[in-house]
């Protein structure tokens, strides 16, 4: 069986389309946005809860997959303006991001380095077969519109390793927003980040994939996403 396909919403109105930036520093580029405020969120919650008869590793394992590649492109475009002497940190607005050695150690890497180790390490994770097996198990029953699968194989560890990719693909994530918005929007790719975005936030709240300390660099974000009182879980 084939897993489901990963969907970024096309066609929907920019979420927060930027205006030019303003002289107040406490205002960040990313929160500015057309008067009409336009935020699909009962959409993005619909892509984001786990559907019927689909079996819920193999959902997030999609999910991840879709996350990863996209985010990786958005980054691709703009790596150029993220070097080492414009980005000496890993930082996104007063959070430092440290990387931790493999003796335990905690050092500060610049951005790029930073970001390339990480994005080697969750592609090296996703093409691993033994975390995220590509032959589905057979299906024994259905129980409370769950699939019961015999044999999908995913490790014990799994759930543990999809929050740790979560985790640092919403690093990569912050440190856009917070240091290349504008680059972002100088090669109009707002409207597909700012979905991007916004559809990686509500599907992490949704599974629960993310420490509530690990949004503190965009609480202004969620806070103005939830603007109408919508709850961003599915």
């Keep these: 069986m084939a897993r489901p396909s990963f969907r970024l919403p096309g066609g929907i109105s920019s979420l927060l389309i930027p205006k030019k930036p303003t002289n107040d520093d406490t205002k960040h580029l990313y929160l500015d946005h057309t008067s009409s405020q336009f935020l699909p969120i009962d959409k993005l919650k619909e892509y984001s809860a786990l559907p019927q008869l689909v079996d819920q590793n193999e959902w997030l394992a999609t999910n991840t997959i879709g996350f990863f590649n ?27 991001y440290t990387w931790q050695e493999e003796k335990g150690k905690k050092v500060k890497l610049s951005a790029p380095k930073y970001i390339d180790l990480v994005m080697s390490l969750i592609e090296h994770l996703l093409t691993d077969e033994q975390m995220f097996p590509t032959k589905f198990g057979s299906i024994t029953g259905i129980s409370e519109n769950q699939i019961k699968v015999d044999g999908s194989d995913f490790p014990q560890t799994f759930p543990t390793q999809i929050k740790k990719i979560f985790k640092y693909l919403f690093q990569v994530l912050a440190h856009i927003l917070h ?56």
Excluded at 70 to 95: D, K, R
Excluded at 217 to 230: F, I, K, N
């Design 179 to 234: 240091n290349h918005y504008q680059e972002i929007v100088d090669a109009k790719l707002q409207e597909h980040f700012n979905t991007l975005t916004a559809h990686f936030i509500i599907f992490a709240s949704t599974h629960q994939l993310l420490e509530q300390k690990d949004f503190q660099p965009v609480d202004d974000l969620r806070s103005a996403l939830e603007a109408d009182g919508t709850s961003l879980h599915a």
């Design 70 to 96: 996209h985010i990786n492109q958005c980054y691709g475009v703009l790596s150029e303006f993220c070097s080492q002497s414009q980005c000496p940190t890993m930082s996104a607005g007063s959070v430092q």
